[in-house]
T-cell receptor, first 111, second 113 residues
Framework: GEDVEQSLFLSVREGDSSVINCTYT??????LYWYKQEPGAGLQLLTY?????DMKQDQRLTVLLNKKDKHLSLRIADTQTGDSAIYFC???????????FGSGTRLLVRP | KAGVTQTPRYLIKTRGQQVTLSCSPI?????VSWYQQTPGQGLQFLFE???????NKGNFPGRFSGRQFSNSRSEMNVSTLELGDSALYLC????????????FGPGTRLTVL
């Protein structure tokens, strides 16, 4: 069945790196996404990775994909207080256009 | 390019009533997806429309329905509202093909009393 899991909470100090982890179960997933949600707002697409890639870097963001273990991570370099938000990973099934979301990881950046 | 717009932003209804929410996608996008977000269940897929046809459907009761117009704008309707329908309803716009990056609107916060 479809399931995406994330740890619930992460606290880091400003300037440190943050690593948010996600595991998924659907081996037919073709694309995996990271979204950010700030209080009272919708979801902001941060980045995505195709399932045949191992890594993707976009400015301060690095996505790592271990397809064998179905493990996805998002690394935020030089984390700032403005990065405090909830981060969701999501997978897209190969056979449909719906996204399956994890429960979200709340990132708190301490000054 | 304008983003995804949703109206209204906030809505208060009572049990048994019905509600219609509206979503205007990014210009050129032909796919609109709807999601329900609650603290208990997280983000759950409702349905997806592409070129006026429902292409995918989630596991929600028939009280939840939607449609898409020829200009790609979409509406979702919830009839016979229940307290548990209180949620943030998010609409996402995409090309509906390829990488299917979905861009979300700000959501409609529905409160059922």
């Amino acid at each position: 069945g479809e399931d995406v899991e994330q740890s619930l909470f992460l606290s880091v100090r400003e300037g440190d790196s943050s690593v948010i982890n996600c595991t998924y179960t659907d081996s037919s997933s073709t694309y995996l996404y990271w979204y950010k949600q700030e209080p009272g707002a919708g979801l902001q697409l941060l980045t995505y990775i195709f399932s045949n890639m191992d890594m993707k870097q976009d400015q301060r963001l690095t996505v790592l994909l271990n397809k064998k273990d179905k493990h996805l991570s998002l690394r935020i370099a030089d984390t700032q207080t403005g990065d405090s938000a909830i981060y969701f990973c999501a997978e897209k099934e190969d056979s449909s256009y719906k996204l399956i979301f994890g429960s979200g990881t709340r990132l708190l950046v301490r000054p | 390019k304008a983003g995804v717009t949703q109206t209204p932003r906030y809505l208060i209804k009572t049990r048994g009533q019905q509600v219609t929410l509206s979503c205007s996608p990014i210009s050129g996008h032909r796919s609109v997806s709807w999601y329900q977000q609650t603290p208990g269940q997280g983000l759950q897929f409702l349905f997806e429309y592409f070129s006026e046809t429902q292409r995918n459907k989630g596991n929600f009761p028939g009280r939840f329905s939607g449609r898409q117009f020829s200009n790609s704008r979409s509406e979702m309707n919830v009839s016979t509202l229940e307290l548990g329908d209180s949620a943030l309803y998010l609409c996402a716009s995409s090309s509906g093909q390829g990488t299917n990056e979905q861009f979300f609107g700000p959501g409609t916060r529905l409160t059922v009393l």
